[in-house]
């Protein structure tokens, strides 16, 4: 296991740096068990006491939900902040992003039922989400349609008793989805974008079906192809049904995006800089071209982490930018790639043969560039934002004029 190379804590306050140093700790039980989980995507049910894998769970739900033990610190936040959850993301994701996405907890649905749900919805699906060890899945991508949730061919139609709704159609890439317990599926009710609607599902009703899919990379996320034939959902299931249609399915779809592709950046970031570090501590000695070519990798993924926590801060203070969002997307998945890439380079031609930790995180990173939208999607989302002139903030442009275009190149 490679050392832990020191970077500079950000300074934005004692509690922060107290979390971060938490983080940094806790990450270091991930490699060995991350490992593990690469050879037996089912072996996170052997690491379940490690605080590591309780912090999704505890950070995503709800305060009056969470489950308050002595397996955390109580400066661990429930019901984090995105800058919060990004902070620990990023760690983790150092540790092993396969734990991570492995870990119990109620994972994208959580935005989901914060935007949308009423108190007794709430209390049905994170209810059972802090039940230990309970996973959940969101579910909104399909076969041959991708996450373009405004294309959704699953259906929900009126229950012929006239009573609740029947679920049918299909949901495929979906993580954890065979092992949930419960869910979110995204389906349609009638044409149109305000015919959306988002359902919470218990994977023990007679109609769902599920099978995991094989994977090559970041097995420990257990990626689902879900079936829902004939799935009857009660009317107090539909989620935001006290809301306008106009606020109800789509807009928890997009708030949740929203919410995790920042984390998708934050996965990504933590494994860049860990292929750096392990570079470091496999060639201490390293000097000439090949250590200047670590130190500008690293000096990028640090601008990408200034850069991100500017746009979960903007998501915390209700204004986010969804064209810098994309752009802190896209920009870390493809320096994932390229930091494994140069560790790969500079460790040798059999490196990925000798060094399994590597091949590992090889293969893992090439997953970031298709979770929560593919570069090409982000990037005519930030050409949009370039176009109509809203990317770039008034900082960018009076304080540091002559790196406007940092996140965006």
């Known amino acids: ?25 806790a990450a270091r039980e991930l490699r060995e068990p ?30 009056r939900f969470a489950r308050h033990d002595d397996v955390l610190p109580s400066f661990v936040p429930a019901e984090a902040s995105c800058a ?3 902070l620990a993301a990023e760690w983790l994701a150092y540790g092993d992003p396969g734990m991570t996405l492995a870990s119990p907890g109620p994972a994208l649905s959580t935005v989901v039922l914060r935007a949308l749900a009423d108190e007794a919805q709430q209390d049905w699906f994170f209810g059972r989400t802090s039940d230990w060890p309970t996973w959940a899945f969101f579910a909104l991508t399909e076969p041959e349609k991708g996450s373009a949730a405004t294309e959704l061919t699953a259906r929900l139609d009126a229950d012929p ?7 049918n159609g299909e949901k495929m890439y979906i993580g954890n989805g065979a092992h949930a317990r419960v869910g979110v599926v995204f389906c349609r009710r009638a044409p149109g ?4 609607e988002a359902v919470m599902v218990d994977t023990g009703d007679p109609g769902f079906h599920a099978e995991t899919l094989p994977l090559i990379g970041l097995r420990g996320a257990r990626i689902s192809r879900l ?10 299931r539909v989620l935001g049904r006290h809301r306008p249609r106009s606020r109800r399915g789509l807009q928890g779809a997009l708030q949740a995006m929203l919410w995790f592709r920042p984390s998708v950046a934050a996965f990504a970031l933590g494994v860049g800089r860990a292929a750096c570090d392990y570079v470091l501590a496999q060639r201490p000695a390293l000097a ?10 690293i000096d990028r993924l640090n601008r990408l982490r200034r850069l991100l926590r500017d746009v979960a801060a903007e998501i915390d203070a209700g204004s986010p930018n969804t064209f810098r969002v994309s752009g802190v997307k896209m920009r870390a998945a493809r320096l994932a790639e390229d930091a494994t890439l140069l560790a790969a380079r500079l ?4 490196s990925l043969v000798e060094h399994p930790w590597l091949d590992k995180v090889y293969r893992d990173v090439r997953a970031f560039e298709f979770m929560e939208g593919t570069g090409n999607i982000h990037r005519r989302g930030v050409f949009q934002g370039l176009l109509r002139d809203d990317y770039f903030t008034s900082r960018d442009r009076d304080v540091r004029p002559g790196r406007v275009a940092e996140g965006v190149v």
């Open 288 to 297: 000439g071209a090949g250590r200047a070519e670590v130190d500008t990798m």
């Open 347 to 350: 460790l040798g031609p059999a």
């Open 227 to 236: 079936r829902f034939d004939g799935m009857r959902i009660p009317p107090e």
């Open 1 to 25: 296991m490679p050392e832990f190379a020191p970077y500079a804590l950000d300074t934005r306050g004692e509690r922060m740096d107290a979390l971060e140093q938490y983080f940094r700790e």
């Open 34 to 63: 991350g490992a593990a989980l690469d050879a037996d995507p089912d072996a996170v049910h052997r690491f379940l006491h490690l605080p590591a894998v309780r912090l999704q769970q505890h950070m995503l739900t709800p305060a």
């Open 84 to 86: 919060e959850w990004i």
């Open 161 to 167: 008793s006239g009573d609740g709704w029947v679920l």
């Open 193 to 196: 974008p305000w015919g959306i």
